[in-house]
């Protein structure tokens, strides 16, 4: 893990809505730099467990751990703030903007000389407007993403669309990374490519990554711990071949 990198630890986690338990009692931990999966069929509860970790929704019992800071009760930007992104199941791009202007995005939290001193065009503001272009070029090239930076985000290929989404995330700098469900809807060549982006972002940034996936090919290849929720409730957990072999998880699967 990269210096500075916190573990992530979830314990204990409910929420319910309205007359349904979607997390019911889950604990896990995210070591620094490693990629755990959350697995599960459909309504299992693993967005819901999104939600709750950037902020979107508010737990009902339970804590959210991010190195020393409680992250449960905070709102998202603050969660942002200590360094967690996270990209969404559903594209989230703005319209109109090309891939340079939305990784750009990425860099707010980061601005400090802000819109004041950009807005009366102080040097300082030139230069670090300077240094955030720098750092966007940099990921764009990590990402694949170089040839498009003047395109259109929304106009592009939709496995591209998702790496803007990938790329703006990284632009935040992130500690702790969640990814949901970052190959669906991308054919097969694009699925390999982004598996391997994840596993660089792992092993040459050393960031947690937090990540939801359907695809069993990808989170076997990737993660370093899978946890496997059905209805809510952690079925099972470890490392990915002990937990596809897995009795219960076999029966989650299956249906049963
Ligand atoms: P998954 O991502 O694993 O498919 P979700 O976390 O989206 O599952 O959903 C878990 C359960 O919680 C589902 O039954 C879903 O209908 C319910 N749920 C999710 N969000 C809400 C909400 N905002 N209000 C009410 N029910 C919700
Ligand atoms: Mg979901």
Avoid at 87 to 101: G, K, R
Avoid at 131 to 151: K, M, N, Q, S
């Amino acid at each position: 893990a990269a210096p500075g990198v916190p573990e992530l630890r979830v314990t204990g986690l409910t929420v319910r809505f309205a007359g349904l338990t979607a997390l019911d009692d889950v604990s896990f931990t995210v070591r620094p730099g490693s990629v755990h999966a959350v697995i599960g069929p459909n309504g299992a509860g693993k967005s819901t467990c999104f939600n709750v970790l950037s902020g979107v929704y508010r737990a009902t019992s339970g804590s959210v751990r991010l190195g020393g800071h409680e992250l449960t009760g905070l709102p998202p930007h603050r969660i942002a703030g200590l360094g967690v992104a996270r990209t969404f199941q559903n594209l989230a791009l703005p319209p109109y903007a090309t891939v340079s202007d939305t990784l750009m995005l990425g860099r707010h939290r980061l601005t400090r000389a802000g819109f004041l001193a950009a807005g009366l065009r102080l040097p300082s503001a030139a230069r670090e407007e300077a240094r955030h272009g720098a750092r966007v070029r940099e990921i764009a090239a990590f990402t694949g993403l170089e040839p498009y930076l003047d395109h259109p985000a929304g106009a592009l290929p939709y496995g591209l669309q998702k790496l803007v989404e990938l790329g703006r995330a990284l632009c935040t700098e992130p500690r702790l990374l969640l990814l949901d469900e970052p190959v669906a809807g991308m054919t097969s060549a694009a699925r390999r490519r982004t598996a391997a982006l994840v596993a660089g972002i792992r092993d040459s940034l050393g960031i947690s990554i937090v990540l939801v996936e359907h695809d069993m090919g990808v989170v076997m290849r990737l993660a370093d711990e899978v946890t496997v929720l059905d209805f809510g409730r952690r079925i099972a957990g470890g490392a990915p071949e002990a937990v596809q072999r897995d009795p219960e998880v076999v029966r989650a699967y299956l249906g049963e």
